[in-house]
């Protein structure tokens, strides 16, 4: 099932902060985050695995709390090359080897950063 | 690291030729390699899982026989999008796999734009 990511999009001016949900209704093992620039490919971000996992590079970060089945992205002082849409990606488990390797996306949060 | 490359990056066809897309995993073997399409302005949308040497798993309401799969190598799977029609017009990326700690880590390839008159 298809997580759900809030907001639907996003404005900024260079410097500001923003917040990326990503929920989902099901259990999961892991929750993937990438951002898309205008026709071309995702770039991988970073991934979470359970257990409350929190992790970060740049002044772009990410939590997990598996319990809620959501996710947050963090990007503090935001700059131009930040903007695109943010697609997380959710992993379900399976029982007998962590995860299940398919990833479903939700529908995006498109970013802008403006000078 | 983590580079896959995809190929072409765009095409352009007429309606009822068949179109092949190739995708690789540069510098890393894939254990499995993902085909998804995107829409404008929307998601991604997997249709197909694809392991070497075994079938391509299918999601639901994608035709297998319109788009087949073949994993030749760790490194390699292509894409063939058969008698195709316009409604089959759209941006198709692929995605390699790679095992990182304790989960897999999907890296993509630039996307092949498939336009069909």
């Known amino acids: 099932q298809q997580p759900v990511q809030s907001p639907q999009a996003v404005i900024l001016r260079e410097g500001e902060d923003a917040v990326i949900n990503c929920s989902s209704s099901?259990?999961?093992?892991?929750v993937h985050w990438y951002r898309q620039k205008h026709g071309e490919a995702p770039v991988f971000l970073m991934i979470?695995?359970?257990?409350?996992e929190q992790k970060g590079h740049d002044k772009i970060s990410a939590s997990f709390n598996e319990k809620k089945q959501q996710s947050s992205l963090y990007l503090t002082a935001s700059q131009l090359s930040y903007s695109g849409t943010y697609f997380c990606g959710t992993e379900p488990p399976i029982i007998t080897q962590g995860g299940s390797e398919k990833l479903v996306f939700g529908k995006g949060t498109k970013l802008t950063v403006n000078p | 690291g983590a580079v896959v490359s995809q190929h072409p990056s765009w095409v352009i066809c007429k309606s009822g030729t068949s179109v092949k897309i190739e995708c690789r995993s540069l510098d890393f073997q894939a254990t499995t390699m993902f085909w998804y399409r995107q829409f404008p302005k929307q998601s991604l949308m997997l249709m197909a899982t694809?392991?070497?040497?075994?079938?391509?798993?299918?999601e639901q309401g994608v035709e297998k026989d319109k788009f087949l799969i073949n994993h030749a190598s760790l490194t390699l799977s292509t894409l063939t999008v058969t008698s195709a029609h316009p409604e089959d017009s759209s941006f198709y990326i692929c995605s390699a796999s790679r095992l990182a700690e304790r989960a897999y880590e999907q890296y993509f390839g630039p996307g092949t734009r498939l336009t069909v008159t």
């Open positions: 694809s392991n070497e040497g075994s079938k391509a798993t299918y």
């Open positions: 979470l695995l359970k257990g409350g």
């Open positions: 099901k259990a999961l093992y892991s």
